[in-house]
């Protein structure tokens, strides 16, 4: 389909005028004709210039279209590859800190502590492997630099009860029992009365 070619129209600027020249046009000297054909022929390059980019609009998507289908081969396996390496990097990432939590499990009272405070991308190669060794070490060194977050030795601590706290410990305990909250309720009422 052979596509219509219209000819270039030239857009003319409207004379300017200086500033001082408008101030001086009174009511008198108004040109209401002139005035009307500057704006109708305002109005009909408006008009043809919205025309052609209506024209225009459509072959710029399809320009679009095609700068976007005619990316290049490297271009698209740079973006996949990349995106590849971002997973990989990630996987390595868990990998390392579940070595560590699992490694820390028989020493530290919380393995995700041990996680936190070492650099976990200090254990693993370019390959993925992961250096079990020298995780060892390190919270061998982190467990001396903080015992507290050592598992305690003896066992977990409980808190001694203190009898003396609560309810049952100052004489103020009132009963539970159904029965007693209605006798209490009717010696009130009895007594209101």
């Given amino acids: 389909m052979p596509e219509e ?16 020249q408008v101030a001086e046009v009174t009511e008198e000297e108004f040109d209401r004709a002139r005035a009307e054909a500057k704006i109708k022929k305002a109005n009909s390059e408006a008009e043809n210039l919205r025309k052609r980019l ?9 320009a ?3 700068e976007d289908a005619q990316k290049s ?6 973006e996949q590859l990349t995106a590849a390496e971002e997973r990989a990097a990630k996987a ?6 579940s070595k560590v939590e699992a490694l820390a499990s028989s020493d530290f009272a919380d ?22 060794d020298a995780i060892k070490a390190d919270l061998a060194a982190l467990l001396k630099r903080k015992p507290h977050w050592g598992k305690p030795v003896d066992g977990p601590r409980r808190p001694a009860p203190d009898r003396t706290q609560g309810s049952s410990g100052n004489g103020n305990r009132t009963s ?18």
Avoid: C, N, W
């Fill in 111 to 132: 393995p995700e502590d041990a996680a936190g405070a070492l650099d976990l991308a200090a254990y693993a190669d370019e390959d993925g492997v992961i250096d079990t």
């Fill in 92 to 97: 390595v990432r868990t990998a390392v800190a």
């Fill in 176 to 193: 539970s029992d159904p029965g007693d909250i209605f006798a209490g309720l009717m010696q009130q009422a009895l007594k209101g009365h």
């Fill in 54 to 62: 209506k024209e225009l609009q459509p072959l710029a998507a399809k």
């Fill in 73 to 78: 081969d490297q271009e698209r396996l740079t």
């Fill in 5 to 20: 070619t219209q000819p270039e129209q030239v857009e003319q600027q409207p004379e300017e005028t200086e500033p001082a």
């Fill in 64 to 66: 679009k279209q095609l």
